[in-house]
Nanobody, 118 residues
Framework: QVQLVESGGGLVQPGGSLRLSCAASGSILTFNYMGWYREAPGKERELVARITGGGSRNYVDSVRGRFTISRDIAKNTWYLQMNSLKPEDTAVYYC????????????WGQGTQVTVSS
């Protein structure tokens, strides 16, 4: 069973930066997609950023130019570098991995709180 362990959340002032990490229990080369979602109070969970197995990256419009998703294959880890943070970025962030082989399997991290406030 795949396990994903997140780290890196916290409290930061507007304009600040944080980096989230998601470490997988096995090789990330078996994943078709790796991404980050967030869920703010009263809102649905939304996809923030995603990287494919081939390295292509996609971002939701609200974070494009401020957030960067990356991966380290040797460490079986992917990251979300968040710069120029805004109060509206406050949410619980979840990492996600998807494997598509005969069926679709989604794996989730435990979630980490990001709070942007002065």
């Amino acid at each position: 069973q795949v396990q994903l362990v997140e780290s890196g959340g916290g409290l930061v002032q507007p304009g600040g930066s944080l980096r989230l990490s998601c470490a997988a229990s096995g090789s990330i080369l078996t994943f078709n997609y790796m991404g980050w979602y967030r869920e703010a109070p009263g809102k649905e969970r939304e996809l923030v950023a995603r990287i494919t197995g081939g390295g292509s990256r996609n971002y939701v419009d609200s974070v494009r130019g401020r957030f960067t998703i990356s991966r380290d294959i040797a460490k079986n880890t992917w990251y979300l570098q968040m710069n120029s943070l805004k109060p509206e970025d406050t949410a619980v962030y979840y990492c996600n991995a998807r494997r598509e082989w005969q069926t679709i399997s989604d794996y989730w991290g435990q979630g980490t709180q990001v709070t942007v406030s002065s």
